[in-house]
């Protein structure tokens, strides 16, 4: 979903099947990662599966994070696309594909983590049924907005930071994971569990987006 205020601040809310499937991937085969900027267990995660057999499920923990780091860059880059119907929208296009396939997905039957081996078993293992589960759950960024006032949250913020209301951009990608988890991935990204409050997610990413001037807030 798309939000645009006049002037032109823009709000992007959306969610993504492949993050999706990672998580199914790490939380079903039970994977140690140490990281406190990724999300929690998923709300209805798949049946523990030994797909790891006798790999350390810290180190292929640790490859996980490196892929869903990637993933997460991967999603972000694609809201900056250009129109596809001219030249530099084609060549966007191609370059887009080319690093799918580096990142590693379903479409290419995870070919990008030939390097990981373990992780790529893992994926493959899974990857039929956390297709089918992702199907089945209802797309986590429907309604999340719900009431939240996003005109006002703009006005409030581009006060706080003495910008200009059409500077301010942000995306929102809203995971199927439980409590009310969310943190600023990079200025203007956000990633958020469903039961995050809308309001300081929308104002975080709104607010980090904001070029900095003399007198303004440093924190939302």
Same mark, same amino acid.
């Given at each position: 979903?798309?939000?645009?205020?006049?002037?032109?601040?823009?709000? *992007?809310?959306?969610?993504?099947?492949?993050?999706?499937?990672?998580?199914?991937?790490?939380?079903?085969?039970?994977?140690?990662?140490?990281?406190?900027?990724?999300?929690?267990?998923?709300?209805?995660?798949?049946?523990?599966?030994?797909?790891?057999?006798?790999?350390?499920?810290?180190?292929?923990?640790?490859?996980?994070?490196?892929?869903?780091?990637?993933?997460?860059?991967?999603?972000?880059?694609?809201?900056?696309?250009?129109?596809?119907?001219?030249?530099?929208?084609?060549?966007?296009?191609?370059?887009?594909?080319?690093?799918? *396939?580096?990142?590693?997905?379903?479409?290419?039957?995870?070919?990008?983590?030939?390097?990981?081996?373990?992780?790529?078993?893992?994926?493959? *293992?899974?990857?039929?049924?956390?297709?089918?589960?992702?199907?089945?759950?209802?797309?986590?960024?429907?309604?999340?907005?719900?009431?939240?006032?996003?005109?006002?949250?703009?006005?409030?913020? *581009?006060?706080?930071?003495?910008?200009?209301?059409?500077?301010?951009?942000?995306?929102?990608?809203?995971?199927?994971?439980?409590?009310?988890?969310?943190?600023?991935?990079?200025?203007?990204?956000?990633?958020?569990?469903?039961?995050?409050?809308?309001?300081?997610?929308?104002?975080?990413?709104?607010?980090?987006?904001?070029?900095?001037?003399?007198?303004?807030?440093?924190?939302?």
């Amino acid at each position: 979903m798309q939000l645009t205020g006049r002037p032109s601040w823009s709000l *992007a809310i959306g969610d993504d099947q492949q993050l999706t499937m990672a998580l199914c991937v790490r939380d079903a085969s039970a994977l140690e990662v140490a990281d406190d900027g990724v999300p929690p267990p998923l709300l209805e995660p798949l049946p523990p599966a030994e797909v790891l057999g006798e790999q350390d499920p810290a180190a292929v923990g640790r490859d996980w994070l490196t892929w869903w780091q990637a993933l997460v860059r991967f999603y972000l880059d694609g809201q900056d696309a250009p129109r596809v119907d001219t030249s530099e929208g084609r060549v966007w296009l191609t370059e887009r594909a080319q690093r799918r *396939a580096a990142v590693g997905d379903l479409s290419d039957d995870f070919a990008g983590l030939a390097h990981q081996p373990a992780l790529q078993r893992a994926c493959r *293992a899974l990857a039929g049924e956390a297709l089918e589960a992702s199907r089945r759950w209802p797309d986590p960024s429907r309604g999340w907005l719900g009431s939240t006032d996003v005109g006002t949250i703009v006005r409030e913020v *581009a006060a706080a930071r003495g910008a200009a209301e059409h500077t301010l951009t942000g995306t929102v990608v809203v995971l199927p994971t439980a409590t009310a988890w969310w943190r600023l991935v990079e200025p203007g990204a956000v990633l958020a569990s469903v039961g995050a409050p809308p309001e300081q997610v929308v104002r975080a990413a709104l607010y980090s987006s904001a070029p900095r001037h003399p007198g303004g807030a440093d924190r939302p």
